[in-house]
């Protein structure tokens, strides 16, 4: 169709988990403390059993999808950052 895709949506060079884990650290994380301040017999369950569980899951599929794209010759900058998008490599 001769569409250019963009950067984040190209899945040969794109890795979703590290988008995850980057709106985990600046949406997620921040207001879970939030919250767990303000009702502490949270913590537990919320930052403990559900975000720091999530967090190592989201890791782990990062880890995973660098061993996979190292394995079919993809590039090892997939899931670049967003200040590399410029092109200028």
Known sequence: MGYTVSPFF???TSNPFKYQIGYIEVIVQPL???WCEFLPHCKQDVMIK???ENRKLILKKIDETKL???LNGQREDA???SDDLD???
């Open 79 to 81: 899931g670049r950052d």
């Open 50 to 52: 559900g975000l720091d």
């Open 87 to 89: 092109g200028d490599d």
């Open 10 to 12: 190209d899945r040969t």
């Open 68 to 70: 996979v794209g190292a």
């Open 32 to 34: 879970l403390d939030t």
